[in-house]
């Protein structure tokens, strides 16, 4: 067992090796050491999985929705107790500087918190009947097993989003988890096992969520699936547009959470001071890996030297390396080939005439061989630079310059993608012509905090590009239920609607 102080998380050689497909090498960003060798599963054993998800929903649809949530209750108490595990296995395996790896495992606690309450919420609309003696209501009821795909980067608090929700809303969970991140999925995996083990209302088969490992045809055969009302997915745009036709083909339904190219604005206005601690966090935040990192920077042209003047004194003095160690607060990237794409992402800016601050491989002094450790980039550029569309997951800030603030809104919207953005700004004005209906066209807009950092209590998630999917918080559950309207006549006439008549 490689990663030995693990076994706490349950991550044996049995629960790594359970898939009877390919071996595939997990190594850590850290320092590119191997980790563990998981296999992965074949598409007949996806197949037995959404089988046994199916049957397990049979059951698990008839448990009350308060036992439900009484299962999730336990889920979050057993994540407190192992929230410094999990948060180190979630930094050893993508990356993730210490505070915000054990922060991505809060996010699973607070969503299991949410979903406790929301298990006696799950209610429906009473609606007036416009038939006398009829009651007319909604209700809502469990839809069927999920399936959810997550990605690298939020390698556990993605699924406790979706599994959360879904277990009180009555339905098991099939979860592909990244193939960067797959010890992360076991591991959730077996924390859940933990307490579905000593639950009183578990199903015969005596689970509620299965992991299938693997690459991209693991993902398909789940998307593929009928017996999956619900796909839940979570990764690049092109994999969701894949995942909708798949999905739409066979009128499934699916909630799709894809790239962000979030924005902040910057007015004459703003705390200057705040706005490049917000800037900072959500730039070089997670090395810029979040859906929700800031990618560009509209400053009105009367502040964006000031703006730049700091942000350069931060960025050169930023500690790169180690996530695991105090005061980390930029760890690798992923892997060689997204700081390949950085670099890429750079050359193509500097050719359409950005000016590059930072940017290229931070090596030297206690920085580990092996990662891919990288400088975040700042790159004054003209918002029209074809680069400025793309999202490339990395910390590279464009930084734009605007003289009108409609100006400023139109051009934050002339991108495919609508996740999430900012403004910086102390005119209620201004701040609420950005929240308007003319403003930010993003399914997330803030006035005076960054782009990422979402608290789970608000629906998350994003349109155009980004899916239109919504998560975690609000009434977000809706989507893993399904509405049964129901009409009840408790007369002795038979009243028809819209009064028509039709004696026999
Ligand atoms: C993601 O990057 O996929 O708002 C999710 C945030 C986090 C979630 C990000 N709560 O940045």
Request: aromatic share 6%; charged share 20%; glycine share 12%.
């Amino acid at each position: 067992m490689p990663v030995d102080f693990h076994s706490a998380l349950g991550l044996s050689d049995a629960s790594l090796s359970a898939g009877k497909g390919d071996a595939f090498a997990v190594t850590s960003p850290i320092d590119g050491r191997e980790l563990a060798a998981v296999t992965a599963h074949t598409v007949d054993q996806v197949d037995d999985a959404i089988a046994a998800s199916r049957d397990a929903f049979m059951q698990w649809r008839a448990v009350p929705a308060p036992r439900r949530g009484e299962l999730v209750r336990r889920l979050g108490n057993t994540l407190r107790e192992h929230k410094t595990e999990l948060g180190r296995l979630v930094s050893i395996e993508v990356g993730k500087i210490t505070a915000e790896a054990e922060g991505e495992v809060q996010e699973m606690i607070d969503i299991c918190d949410f979903a406790v309450g929301l298990s006696r919420q799950v209610g429906g609309l009473t609606i007036p009947s416009e038939r006398p003696d009829h009651h007319l209501l909604e209700r809502w009821h469990p839809l069927g097993p999920i399936g959810v795909i997550t990605a690298f980067n939020f390698p556990v608090a993605v699924w406790a989003w979706n599994a959360a929700l879904a277990l009180v809303c009555g339905d098991p969970i099939v979860w592909k988890p990244s193939e960067k991140a797959p010890l992360c999925a076991v591991a959730c995996d077996a924390l859940l096992q933990s307490v579905v083990g000593g639950f009183e209302d578990i199903p015969p088969g005596g689970r509620l969520n299965w992991v299938v490992q693997g690459r991209r045809e693991v993902g398909e055969r789940v998307a593929a699936s009928e017996k999956l009302p619900l796909i839940s997915a979570t990764g690049s745009i092109p994999m969701g547009k894949a995942v909708a036709q798949v999905v739409g083909a066979r009128l499934g339904r699916s909630l799709l959470e894809l790239g962000g190219n979030n924005a902040m604005l910057v007015t004459p206005s703003a705390d200057l001071e705040l706005a490049v601690r917000a800037i900072t966090f959500s730039a070089v935040g997670t090395a810029g890996q979040r859906c929700t990192s800031l990618r560009r920077l509209f400053c009105h042209r009367s502040v964006t030297d000031d703006v730049v003047g700091r942000l350069e004194k931060i960025y050169g003095q930023l500690s790169i390396g180690d996530p695991t160690k105090p005061g980390t607060l930029v760890g690798p990237l992923i892997d060689a080939a997204a700081a390949v794409a950085m670099d890429a992402a750079l050359e193509q800016a500097k050719e359409q005439g950005g000016a590059v601050f930072g940017g290229g491989r931070a090596t030297g002094g206690d920085i580990p061989a092996g990662g891919a450790y990288v400088k975040p980039a700042i790159v004054r550029i003209d918002s029209e630079a074809p680069i400025v569309a793309c999202e490339t997951f990395a910390p590279i800030l464009y930084v734009l310059e605007y003289d009108d603030l409609n100006d400023a809104i139109a051009r934050h919207n002339a991108v495919p993608q609508g996740l999430s953005s900012a403004i910086f700004t102390n005119d209620v004005r201004e701040a609420e012509r950005f929240l308007s209906a003319t403003g930010s066209d993003c399914g997330i807009a803030n006035v005076n905090i960054g782009t990422s950092g979402a608290e789970i209590g608000g629906a998350f998630g994003g349109e155009k590009d980004t899916g239109g999917g919504r998560e975690s918080g609000s009434d977000a559950w809706k989507a893993y239920m399904r509405r049964c309207t129901q009409t009840v006549n408790y007369g002795r006439a038979l009243p028809l609607a819209q009064g028509i008549n039709f004696d026999v």
